[in-house]
């Protein structure tokens, strides 16, 4: 199973970006989805999942385009970080998958 992220790049604070991640469709429907990030010497964090409905991050899910995206507004530096989509507990068991990431630089 491949978990494909594409859309990220250096942007200026206050600007918005949109990343994607291509995955199977069985995928997007049957395992828990989401988006994390990771910066050098910090361990990975959650940023966006189905569950999470505040904040400047939202997730949406395209299952007939086979895409979830991850829209982020008012970015700052501290958003700089490699992201990652991130399929776990698929079919209720442990199993889960990732993607390589795309990283995200945002400047002053």
């Known amino acids: 199973v491949e978990l494909v992220e594409s859309g990220g790049g250096s942007v200026e604070a206050g600007a918005s970006l949109t990343l994607s991640c291509t995955a199977p469709?069985?995928?997007?429907?049957?395992?828990?989805m989401g988006w994390y990030r990771q910066t050098p010497g910090k361990e990975r964090e959650l940023v966006s999942a189905?569950?999470?409905?505040?904040g400047r991050f939202t997730m949406s899910l395209h299952y007939e385009e086979k895409l979830m995206f991850l829209q982020m507004t008012t970015l700052t530096p501290a958003d700089t970080a490699r992201y990652y989509c991130?399929?776990?507990?698929?079919?209720?068991?442990?199993?889960?998958?990732w993607g390589q990431g795309t990283q995200v630089t945002v400047s002053l």
């Open positions: 991130a399929a776990g507990r698929c079919w209720r068991t442990a199993t889960s998958y």
């Open positions: 469709d069985y995928i997007l429907r049957y395992c828990e």
């Open positions: 189905s569950h999470i409905r505040e």
